[in-house]
């Protein structure tokens, strides 16, 4: 059975139905790779002319850059879902030269962590500004955990985001300014953690529930289903492993991954479908999965994950790459 990019599935409890295939800003905003301004527009449109409602978005992408176009685009279009983040506040200073070269073409701002009350209220307010809109859907928390900080450091930040940033979002939200709160992060555990502290809506789990692994099914994704809580997925092409690319939570990937990708790569061949078009559609067995949110840096690229995403794949694949202990045999399949 194909998909229909109109396809929407709702958020955890909450109100919103999300596309089953959201529009993710990262990628647009330079992360890692130069993009222009032309590229960023062409690849917005595209996406919301075809049917996308459903975009995410973040301060630190680009630091600024991102919502920039992303209000731009969005804001005479209606039934749109707009998600961004906070924890990172842009002021007008010097950037470390390390994360500035990650974004080429980046707005001249420093995106510092800030995940106290005050700085979760600054940033959504900003965000609002910098947008050029009144209203903001989903806000999550970003990139909170250990993989992020280092164990010391995130100890602090940790303690800030779930006291002060988890009461600003929880007041934004009991005042129905949001729909949803949650947090955006690349790592299972600190959900997990968080899950502890307050009641989450979401979470945007970045490259953690994909063809290359499900450790997320037998812990984090069980809680969430206990509490109502949605899953967004991110990086479901593991940084670009998956989509034909080298780098796996962003960096050179192992020989090992290489291997298991390559041996995944086989068996969707032998079926006749492109890994990315399989990469995609994967997450989107699992009930909780609202919606899946691969970057594209152009239309083309745009062009080519709609086509990957309402590509017909034969169950006989996933059942193939089970039997060769190429996926967890518990993950609920795609239909």
Not at 17 to 34: I, T
Not at 43 to 62: E, H, K, M
Not at 97 to 125: I, K
Not at 237 to 266: H, M, Q
Request: glycine share 10%.
């Amino acid at each position: 059975m194909s998909r229909k990019l109109t396809d929407l599935r709702q958020l955890g409890n909450t109100s919103l139905k999300l596309n089953a295939l959201g529009l993710g800003c990262a990628a647009m905003a330079g992360n890692h790779r130069p993009v222009s301004n032309h590229d960023i527009r062409n690849a917005l449109t595209s996406g919301l002319d075809a049917g996308i409602t459903f975009v995410d978005t973040a301060p630190f992408y680009g630091f600024g850059r991102s919502e920039h176009f992303v209000g731009a685009a969005i804001r005479n279009r209606e039934n749109i879902v707009l998600s961004t983040k906070a924890g990172r506040v842009l002021k007008k200073e010097p950037i470390p030269a390390d994360l500035q070269a990650d974004w080429p073409g980046s707005f001249p701002f420093n995106p510092v962590y800030d995940y106290t009350y005050d700085g979760v209220m600054r940033s959504y307010e900003d965000s609002m500004q910098r947008m050029g809109i009144d209203k903001i859907d989903v806000l999550l928390l970003h990139d909170i955990g250990e993989m992020q900080h280092g164990p010391e450091l995130n100890k602090r930040l940790f303690a800030d985001a779930m006291s002060g940033g988890y009461k600003a979002l929880d007041e934004l939200r009991s005042s129905g300014e949001i729909q949803a709160i949650g947090l955006g992060v690349n790592e299972r555990e600190v959900c997990i953690a968080a899950m502890e502290h307050g009641h989450w809506d979401t979470f945007l789990l970045a490259g953690r529930y994909t063809l290359l692994e499900q450790t997320p099914l037998h812990d984090l994704m069980p809680a969430c289903e206990k509490a109502g809580t949605g899953i967004i997925l991110g990086g479901p092409y593991n940084s670009g492993l998956l989509a034909g690319g080298d780098t796996w939570n962003y960096a050179k990937a192992p020989d090992d991954v290489v291997a298991k990708t390559k041996a995944i790569a086989k068996v969707c061949e032998s079926h006749g479908v492109p890994l990315p078009a399989a990469a995609l559609q994967f997450p989107l067995g699992h009930p909780i999965v609202a919606s899946v949110i691969p970057g594209a840096r152009s239309r083309a690229e745009m062009e080519q994950n709609i086509a990957w995403f309402e590509m017909e794949i034969p169950a006989s694949l996933w059942s193939d790459l089970q039997n060769e202990n190429l996926m967890d045999k518990q993950v609920p399949l795609p239909a």
